[in-house]
Each structure stands twice: as structure tokens, then as C-alpha cells.
């Protein structure tokens, strides 16, 4: 059972519900934590468990062999990410743009393009009692977050001993986002009662739809006063499974790194969300 924490918008408490929604589940089975937002990953400050394994990630790109090119132009006009361009009598590679889809080298009759191995981040696994925590980051300077998302996820699929998995994905709507959701088998949708919160919230209830994917929402912070988003999910027939308190403790805590699970208010609402989860037909 994968299930996948995401947002519409950054800063909705997506990182929170998902470490604490791991720590409540691990004090009765074990549980794969896995943070996806590789470009910031921050799972491991309130996971900060003993490090087990250190994984460097690569993805393929193009080296240009000068000595047996003909300037033929061919791998220029086929690829579609202006990765390989042909300047005068040389060719230049723009490893940031390319994703690694082989064309250039496949399609070379002089083989003059052949593919060599370039790092874009690590993985790092973690044991923190029943938790068993990965973390995925991205190089500093790389621009892609995809191809290390989708080794993860890979790497991920390989451990069947441990049923229930969370991944903590990116924020918004765009690539990365889908790479990290689209195999998962329920995205729990975390927003906040504001107007930003609605908006993006409807983004990303859009793309989940787009994709034909099985979600709900928890409302983080949640207080009266903006009725608008509980109008939106009841008018749309999105299930809201939970609705975290905004407290100043629950604040408190998360400022200083610190997990909150165990505040009533909380385990009521985390209680909720595995119901709905075990409930729901997959």
C-alpha cells in the first residue's frame, strides 16, 4: 500500500502530516518513509534515525567523441530537449537538458555519441525503530529532479517485506510531482483554510484527476472562519478524512524539530486518516 502526501502550494504541512503519520502507524507496524522532495528534502529533521546504507544516483548523458564525428546534424535535429546542438565544426552537450533518452547516441551512424555516467544526487536509508526512512537529494547544481525521483521509487519497489509505504512528494503540480504520485496507490492532499490554500488545492485536485488517481484531503491548521474550502471539497465530492488544529503547541513543537503525534487533538485526526486508508478499496 503506497501512499503519496501532497500539495498544491509549498508550506501546507505536507512534511508534518507525513513523519507523523509514519511515527503514529510505526508504534504498531513497520513502516517505509520516504521523502521525494529532493530538491529540499527536510523529513529527516524530525526522522533523524541511524544511517544504514549511502546509494550515489546517476543518470546517462551524451560525450562527444571529436576524432570520429562527420558533423551530420542528425543527433541535433532528434533531440526534442535542445541538450545536443551543433556549433560550426563542434558539438556541444548540455547535460542539464538532457533526459536521457538515448536518441543522440542511438541514432549516431558513427557511434560518436556514446552514453557515459554523470551523478545527480544520493539515497539514503535510515532505521529509526519500526521507521525505515529514505532520503533522496538532489545534487546541488542539477536541474532535473525526475530521473532521481524515479530511482527512488525503484529502489523503493524492491523491498516487499514491509507493506506500508509514505512518500513525501514534492509541492504544486509539475513534474516532479507526477513522477512521485503516479504509481502510488492513494494521494492524501494536504491544504490550509486560506484562499491561497483553496487555489491551490484546486491545482493539484485537477492534476489528480487528470491522472485518474484516488485522493483525498486533510485540512492542516485548520480553524473556523473560511468556509469556502470545505464548500469546494463537499461541492466536488472530495472526502476531507481529517482536520489537524492550528495550536500554538503543535507550532511549538515543529519549530524545534520535534514530532507532535501524540497530542490528542492530533491522534484523533491521525487516526482518522488510517481508517479512511484501510477503508479505502485500492
Known amino acids: 500500500m503506497k501512499i503519496a502526501i501532497a500539495s498544491g502550494k509549498g508550506g501546507t504541512g505536507k512534511t508534518s502530516l507525513a513523519t507523523n503519520l509514519a511515527a503514529f502507524i510505526a508504534e504498531k507496524e513497520e513502516v517505509i518513509l520516504v521523502d521525494l522532495d529532493v530538491e529540499e528534502p527536510n523529513s529527516g529533521l524530525f526522522v533523524q534515525g541511524d544511517l544504514i546504507t549511502e546509494e550515489i544516483q546517476y543518470k546517462q548523458i551524451p560525450e562527444w567523441k571529436q576524432e570520429s564525428c562527420t558533423l551530420c546534424n542528425l543527433c541535433q535535429q532528434n533531440c526534442n530537449f535542445n541538450a545536443v546542438i551543433q556549433l560550426g565544426a563542434h558539438i556541444m552537450v548540455f547535460p542539464q537538458l538532457c533526459h536521457s533518452c538515448f536518441a543522440c547516441s542511438e541514432l549516431c551512424p558513427t557511434g560518436s555519441l556514446p552514453m557515459v555516467s554523470d551523478r545527480i544526487g544520493k539515497i539514503s536509508s535510515f ?85 485518474n488517481k484516488t485522493y483525498c484531503v486533510v485540512i492542516n491548521r485548520y480553524e473556523s472562519g473560511f468556509d469556502a474550502l470545505e464548500e469546494y471539497c463537499i461541492k466536488n465530492s472530495i472526502p476531507v478524512v481529517a482536520k489537524i488544529p492550528n495550536m500554538r503547541e503543535i507550532a511549538s513543537l515543529y519549530s524545534n524539530g520535534k514530532l507532535f503525534y501524540h497530542i490528542p487533538e492530533v491522534k484523533n485526526a491521525l487516526e482518522d486518516i488510517v481508517q479512511f486508508i484501510r477503508n479505502t478499496e485500492l
Open 127 to 211: 532505521k529509526k525503530g519500526n521507521i525505515l526512512f529514505f532520503e533522496s537529494r538532489l545534487d546541488i547544481g542539477q536541474e532535473q529532479a525526475v530521473p532521481l525521483i524515479a530511482q527512488t521509487n525503484e529502489r523503493i519497489d524492491s523491498i516487499d517485506h514491509i507493506s506500508m509505504k509514505i512518500f513525501d512528494a514534492p509541492p504544486g503540480t509539475s513534474c516532479p510531482v507526477i513522477e512521485a504520485t503516479k504509481n502510488v496507490d492513494l494521494i492524501i492532499l494536504v491544504t490550509e483554510p486560506t484562499p491561497f490554500g483553496l487555489n491551490d488545492l484546486q491545482l493539484a485536485v485537477d492534476t489528480m484527476d487528470a491522472m
